[in-house]
């Protein structure tokens, strides 16, 4: 009787082993097949005329004011969105107001939207003819709007749903203790959202230095002043240059991962913390 019942045990748990493996082993097949060949692949054509070419590619006057351009545009615009997108979506949880869901949906626009057809938004809205008076465009100002408007969304939808799951009784307790809104803020609501908070903004840095599509338009992709990182390779490339494309392309990518692992440590010191 116990034999039977060890084998029934031990049965399933086998099963449960073979298809943990079986499903592992798809993942890392899918994930080497979509995104780690294709960029080992990059990274492997950057040096395919030695490390002195990748260097003199990345620092080449034109892609490296490109480079420039793009990982400080792209920090700005995530500290920005950081702050606003923590209030918009602060707002959308704790407040009820006519057209919340009008609101809701603009805030996904800019994903469901091409980024070319948001860059000739941005263009009719802020160029030369603009209905508002206003001109940003080519000007690195409008390459900030730009970058702005594709990665709001990030940042929103990541904060918002700790908001939603943040327990209220905790609010309300510090508060019956005397603590006053800024406080409460401070030393109940902040440390919650950080993480989310932090998450959104990597994805929104990450998501900026490798825009094309909203700033190619808006930009007018000029050299030295306005051309951004993504630009520059689609010139290198159409200027037979793979190789010199491929070294830019390797350092944007490095830029991403030290920003994902950077975020990665945060929250796990965050969370030792905690």
Known sequence: MTRDVAAITVRPASRMAGGTAAGLGVVVMYL?????????????RSMDDGP???????????????????IGASALVALLNLVMGTIIAWVL??????????????????FALPTIVAGLVLLALYGPQ?????NLAYSRVGVVLAL?????????RTVQPVLLELDKEMEQAAASLGAGPFQTFRRIILPNLLPAMLSGTALAFTRAIAEFGSTVLISGNLPFKTQVAAVNIFSQIEGDNTTGAAAISTVLLVVALVALVTLDLLQRWGKRRG
């Open 93 to 110: 949880v704790r407040d009820r107001f006519p057209g919340r869901a009008v609101l809701e949906t603009i805030i996904d626009l800019p």
């Open 130 to 134: 603009s209905p508002l008076g206003v």
């Open 32 to 44: 080497s097949l979509i995104v780690l060949i294709p960029l080992a692949a990059v990274v492997w």
């Open 148 to 156: 702005m408007f594709v990665t709001l969304p990030f940042v929103v």
């Open 52 to 70: 002195g070419y990748f260097w003199r590619s990345i620092t080449a006057p034109d892609a490296w004011a490109a480079l420039s351009l793009t």
